[in-house]
């Protein structure tokens, strides 16, 4: 389908999503569907719901913020539950502004960006199409043309409640236009737009002395005041206000307590009453989900204003912290990466993954809990398996410090080192040690970090490439093992074919002899001495795996070598021990013979038809690998 035809498709989608017809027609569409009278607040709920809800070990994840939103789970499924939910039911807190609180690229703005997309898509659909009295300035709810004396009635009838009046335009075209008969008014679909200025407003604070109060409410027409007479007429005022405009969807205040108070007040009578002052008229109904942000500075200065109790009293203030795990980060600075001008560049594997580890364990607190440093917390956090460490025990980790994640190194910073580096080496390829190196040098740079602070992140900065080194190691030596699948899965079947034995009192046949003979002990502490069993652990360890075997086993399911995770490791580390003398020779060889020359070869080619290297970093690779061992 080639452009033309495209738009062509486009035009006649909108053409059938227009529908036209009168109040009258309105209440028929009612009568078989009352959910298009929904609230503002129920609508963003319902587009949220929409796309699906998952709900895995008591965690619940929204498909709606997946493509864009990494590692906030928490503080999303808080922000759905215990204000959309809540307000989608016409509770209490629908009559708040919804403040998100955070440091700098935390993912507020992204938040607030993807619902305002996802209200303009969601109003294209029938469960979330949206009608308004046409021609209003407000796109109002038709239902506020039924006088309040017929409304008890009318709601009854038609399953609906009925919320607001009409705004002064619609109140003088309905006597002048429709001679006050509002079965005959005019019904329009609407359809949301940020571009259009339907259902979402945004304001943004500027010059307190430049910035007016008509941004938000609306202003007097001068052109048309010797027309009408006078400044309380509807037709000489414009209805153009961003609290206008936001009408049925969503109001947006970007760093709302930089603000102007004049410009807050509005806000006192709007959250709580649903309506606001514009001009000489009397009080304008509207119906809008108010979302502010800020950060964590702005706000400590709001508060501590008194003036502001009566506006901090309307607020419910959402922490929106960093994300603290690592393998989410790292999808963050893909996300970022290939929104850049960098996205030609080759990112070697592991490089975002050791600047995530620096990132996330600047962002962590030191914990009280006995035998838990950063490293094994960071771990915890990515769900990895930590020895010694529960399932409770994370729990305990993320209830221990509110503010944790509200400051660090920000996904910003990364990124900017990376496009340093990239631009001052003209680099088609960046490796971990790159990028290392970018993050090391920019510290010197970064006004806001003092000197204690400098110290700790340079040993954050250690400990990521030391991470880094035994993924290095890791990499080479599984692409050495050639098949390593087979090899480690018939190590797996050795050890499971000992430890069954072993539990059981039995004996085990030998493959080639067939005969009978103790389980091999040898073998099986060699696999547990790689992940650090002790000679008293090593009983339950085995009696563990047992376990989980005869619960696979009930569940029709195979045990794989990968099903438990320090099994699996202790394989891998077992396999790469038995290989690390060759792997060290081959690498390390100045003048490598025919033999090691196409080891090396094989393994390069490994490397980048399997691991995602290309040609220059898989070489650099190798070189950095073989240093590491000869050390």
Not at 20 to 41: K, S, V
Not at 73 to 102: C, N, P, Q, T
Not at 113 to 118: A, E, F, P, S
Not at 325 to 346: C, N, P, T
Request: glycine share 6%; proline share 3%.
């Amino acid at each position: 389908m080639n452009l033309f035809e495209r738009i062509q498709q486009h035009r006649s989608e909108e053409e059938r999503l227009a529908w036209t017809g009168t109040f009258a027609d309105y209440i028929e569409l009612l009568r078989q569907n009352p959910h298009l009278a929904m609230t503002a607040h129920r609508r963003v709920y319902e587009m949220i719901e929409s796309l699906g809800i998952t709900d895995e070990n008591g965690q619940r994840t929204y498909k709606f913020f997946e493509q864009e939103i990494f590692g906030l789970d928490r503080a999303i499924e808080k922000l759905v539950e215990e204000y959309f939910h809540s307000a989608a039911r016409r509770l209490d807190v629908r009559k708040r502004i919804l403040l998100l609180m955070g440091p700098v690229s935390g993912g507020k703005s992204t938040l607030v960006t993807l619902l305002k997309r996802g209200l303009e898509r969601f109003s294209r659909t029938d469960r979330g199409a949206v009608y308004a009295i046409k021609g209003c300035p407000m796109h109002e709810e038709p239902l506020h043309l039924i006088p309040n004396e017929l409304r008890p009635e009318v709601e009854k009838e038609l399953g609906v409640i009925i919320e607001g009046s009409l705004c002064p335009s619609c109140q003088m075209r309905l006597k002048t236009e429709y001679n006050g008969r509002i079965e005959d008014v005019e019904v329009e679909r609407v359809l949301i737009s940020e571009e259009g200025r339907v259902g979402i407003g945004t304001f943004s604070p500027s010059d307190p002395k430049s910035q007016d109060i008509a941004d938000l409410t609306g202003s007097i027409d001068f052109s048309t005041i010797t027309e009408y007479g006078s400044e309380s007429d509807p037709r000489a005022y414009r209805f153009d206000g961003e609290l206008n405009k936001a009408n049925r969807g969503i109001m947006e205040f970007q760093e709302m307590l930089k603000c102007d108070e004049k410009f807050l007040w509005n806000l006192l009578s709007l959250t709580q009453e649903g309506n606001f002052k514009a001009g000489r008229f009397a009080l304008i109904s509207a119906d809008e989900l108010i979302i502010a942000h800020t950060n964590e500075s702005e706000y400590k200065a709001f508060i501590a204003n008194k003036k502001n109790e009566a506006l901090q009293s309307r607020m419910i203030v959402m922490p929106v912290p960093y994300n603290l795990k690592v393998s989410k980060e790292e999808l963050i600075y893909s996300k970022l990466i290939g929104q850049s001008d960098m996205s030609h560049v080759h990112i070697a594997p592991h490089a975002l993954r050791a600047s995530a580890i620096f990132s996330i364990l600047t962002r962590l607190k030191e914990t009280k809990k006995q035998g838990i440093d950063l490293l094994k917390k960071m771990r915890l956090y990515d769900g990895e398996a930590v020895e010694g460490l529960k399932d409770g025990d994370l729990k305990e980790l993320q209830s221990e410090y509110a503010e944790e994640g509200m400051s660090g190194v920000d996904p910003r910073y990364v990124i900017n080192r990376i496009s340093s580096a990239l631009i001052r080496h003209d680099l088609q390829c960046i490796n971990a040690l790159d990028v290392l190196r970018a993050l090391k040098d920019g510290l010197d740079q970064h006004a806001s970090i003092s000197k204690e602070e400098r110290e700790r992140y340079l040993n954050f900065i250690s400990i990521a490439r030391k991470e880094y080194d035994e993924l290095a190691k890791k990499e080479v030596q599984k692409a050495f093992v050639y098949s390593f699948e087979e090899s480690a899965r018939t190590l797996f079947e050795n050890y499971l074919d000992n430890i069954e034995a072993y539990c059981n009192w039995q004996k085990i046949r030998d493959p080639l002899t067939g005969e009978e003979m103790d389980p091999d002990e040898r073998l099986m502490r060699s696999i547990e001495e790689q992940i650090g069993i002790s000679e008293n652990a090593k009983k339950a360890f085995r009696e563990e795996i047992l376990i989980r075997m005869s619960a696979y086993s009930r569940k029709s399911r195979k045990f794989e070598y990968n099903s438990h995770e320090r099994l699996r490791e202790a394989i891998e580390k077992k396999l790469f021990a038995d290989l690390k003398d060759i792997v060290k020779i081959t690498t390390s060889t100045k003048t490598p013979d025919e033999t090691q020359l196409k080891k090396i070869n094989e393994v390069s080619a490994r490397l980048i038809d399997e691991h995602g290297y290309c040609p220059v970093c898989a070489n650099e690779l190798l070189r950095y690998v073989g240093s590491l061992l000869n050390r």
